[in-house]
């Protein structure tokens, strides 16, 4: 290898850290976008990364002070954690009536989850039409948004084979 070569793989490389560091950023501030909670999210999501607590989703509850109801234009976000194991993290909800949910759903451990929300029965009779993220892998993260309309009850599980039998199903509430 030359000595030009050498120094063309370090500028590469170089605007490489670069394009990450920028795309890093990029995605930060998409978060804050989406979150519904101005100034709130970005610290809480922090937050719950560095103690591991993905799932713990901060800020005002429905029919508490504060609390802001997700629309259609700005969802609100609610971290949901599949596994280890055949579980939702958390594995219950609570909703306002009317309000839009973007869930952000991440799977920690080896198994493949998936990810249904709807309408109670539908969502425990695996019922075809239901809204649902299929195959998150190991580490993968991936979103719906759902409108919770009626006054329930609602329901989210896990119907890769055997893991709502397991116990792999959160239940939803839904306020005002
Ligand atoms: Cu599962």
């Known amino acids: 290898m030359t000595r030009e070569t050498h120094i063309v793989g370090w500028v590469a490389m170089a605007f490489a850290v670069v394009a990450l560091v920028v795309g890093a950023a990029a995605f930060g501030a998409s978060v804050v976008g989406h979150s519904g909670w101005p100034g709130g999210m970005m610290g809480g999501g922090y937050a719950n990364g560095m103690m591991g607590g993905v799932g713990r989703n901060v800020g005002p509850q429905p029919g508490t002070t504060g609390f802001v109801t ?48 709807g309408p109670a029965d539908a969502v425990a009779a695996d019922q075809q039409g ?36 397991a116990g792999m199903r959160g239940t939803i509430s839904v306020v005002g």
């Open 70 to 117: 997700g629309t259609t234009a700005s969802p609100r976000v609610i971290q949901i954690v599949a596994g280890p194991g055949y579980t939702f993290s958390p594995s219950s909800i609570t909703v306002a009536r009317g309000e839009t949910v973007r869930f952000v759903v991440t799977t920690m451990g080896p198994l493949v989850h998936e990810f249904m929300v």
């Open 130 to 165: 239901t809204p649902e993220i299929a195959d998150i892998g190991m580490m993968q993260t991936k979103s719906l948004t759902y409108t919770f309309e009626g006054s329930g009850p609602y329901a989210y599980a896990c119907h890769a084979e055997g893991h709502y039998e």
